[in-house]
Structure formats: structure tokens, C-alpha cells
């Protein structure tokens, strides 16, 4: 390997690695203390890439060269990856990419809707659940208030783990106007306080509190939540939206480019093998050209060559009208009648 070469921490060539630890020290200004917090944990490579799916999970993702760059400048950095691009084009895929490669465990995933807001993404404090519990024992004492406290996704991966954690925040353009903002702070300390912890009593300052990970409880001190590895943030956009410059500041950006009639031949023949289709190249072209005139997902054309390859063949005058049907752009302005 060349000097070159042993830059690239992230090498999108999906085989899991311990590159993550030769990651040198970050820049001054994106250095975090570390406080008491989660152990020495590295997640083995049968680590779930997704949270829900075995590691063994065929994975088929073929970033482009400046894609990989720029990856590997957001890990050195130690900033948000702003990823835009049409539906389709791998973005939320890069963030289980990176988590399966680097091994840094189940990617934290962040679904932004109109109503979403970063409270809920830091934590939950089901204060109901804990007078009704106090109310139903009729104890002096309240009960254990850890227990009622849940860190969301963005706040587990703002735990001390002693490598960062991979957090998907999913489509920000469909949040309310402020959301870009609220998350300035912090992106730049690494860090949110728990009101209902830091009102505690010294004696009481560890609490051990549930998170995002299943199953999996961490300890909080003095109520201070701060990481000390920043997390590796992928923040996808459609690109319906400007954000505002302080939060472009903060974020290397990336726009994935829609994949070409080979990249589309390597796709599929990694996900159905390379035989999928007799008629691959027609059935590529087809729906490249139809891609031309509105938005097309890859997957479209993954279900198109299953269903021309799956069992049983159907006749060629039935496989034409289905991949009508599944060609449908995405645009409502482009949609074949």
C-alpha cells in the first residue's frame, strides 16, 4: 500500500477493516474531553450494519472516487457529510457503507418528517410513566428517574465511545425551517446537558440512563452528555431546499451523481449475480432513457431484472408491460400515462 493510498481511512471497497484506528488526532478546534462513559467497546464484524440486519447481508455499494474523498475529509475533519442527490443514488446507503467498513457498529438513523425536532433526537423523559409508577408503589422515595430516560439517536451517538459512532439523519429538507439551525450548537461542542439530571444531588451524579441501541443502557455524569470521538454525521437532502450558510459552514458537501450504464451492469450483477437478465443491456437502456425524462431509483431497475429473472420467466409481451409499470418516474410532472 501506497503512502497515497494509507490516506483513504474509508476505501468503499466494503470490506470490514480497523482503518478507524489509524485515524490521527483531530484538528484542535474539533478536539472533545472525554468523560467517564461507555468502555472500550469495537464492534466485532458481526455487528449488525443496520441495526436489524446480519453483517453477512450481501452489500452491494460502488461509491464513486470523489465520493470516497470526500468521506474520508468529513472523518478527518470531523464534520457533518451534507450528502444531496436524486432518490436513489446510495445516500443514506453510504452511511451503512462507512459503519460496515469501519466497523464502528449499528448506524443511529434519524428520519426527519415536518414535525421533527432536536430535542426528541437528543433524548425522552417520560415524566407520566414516572408519577404513575410513584403514585402505583405509594414509595417516600421516586423511583430510579434513569429509567425513564431515553437518548435518541443523536444523543447516543454524542456518548463517549472510543470511536465514532455512524448517525443517518434522513432527508433534512422536510424539516421545520429552524431544525438546521437548532443543530449549529451542537455540531460545534460535541455535547447537550440533561435538565432532569443535572438537577441532581453530587451523590447521585452517575445515572444510568436506556438508548437508541436495543437493549443497551450507558451511564450519564453530573448530566453532561459529551462525545469524545465526534460522531461520523450523514445528512441527506433531495435538494428541495437552500440551508442556511452557518450550517453549510459546519458540513463537507457531497452530491452523488446518478450511477451510468456500467456502474448500473456492476449493481446488479453484485445483487442478482451476473447472469440476472438475457436482455441486461436492453433493459438498462430502456430505463436510462426513461430516467432521462424523470427521476428513476435504482431499485426500479433491480425489481425489473428480478422479475425478468425470478422462477418462471414470464412471456415477453407481460415483462414489457411490467417494466411500464415499474419505470414510473418518481416526478409526479414526468409519470408515463
Known sequence: MTDQDQWYIYRGDSEPHDGIAALPDPPPWRTFSRPAGPGERVWADTTAI???GPANHPVVYL???????????ALYLRRPLLVTGKPGTGKSTLAHDVARELK???????????SSNLKEALYQYDAIGRLQEASLHRSAEPPDVGKYIRLGPLGT??????????????ELDKS?????????NIFEEGRFDIPELTRLPDDQARISVMTEDADVSQTVVGGRVQCAAFPFVVITSNGEREFPPPFLRRCVRLSIQPPDAGKLAKIVAGHLGPAASTDSERLIERFLSTRDRGDLATDQLLNAFYLAGAGT???DDI???LYTALFQPLDSSARQE
Open 50 to 52: 443496520d441495526g436489524h
Open 63 to 73: 461509491p464513486d472516487r470523489d465520493v470516497v474523498e470526500l468521506v474520508n475529509a
Open 104 to 114: 464502528l457498529g449499528p448506524v443511529l438513523y434519524w428520519p426527519i418528517t415536518s
Open 157 to 170: 451517538a454524542l456518548l463517549p465511545w472510543p470511536r465514532p459512532r455512524v448517525l443517518l439523519i434522513d
Open 176 to 184: 421545520d425551517i429552524d431544525l438546521p439551525n437548532d443543530l449549529l
Open 313 to 315: 420467466r414470464p412471456a
Open 319 to 321: 415483462r414489457q408491460r
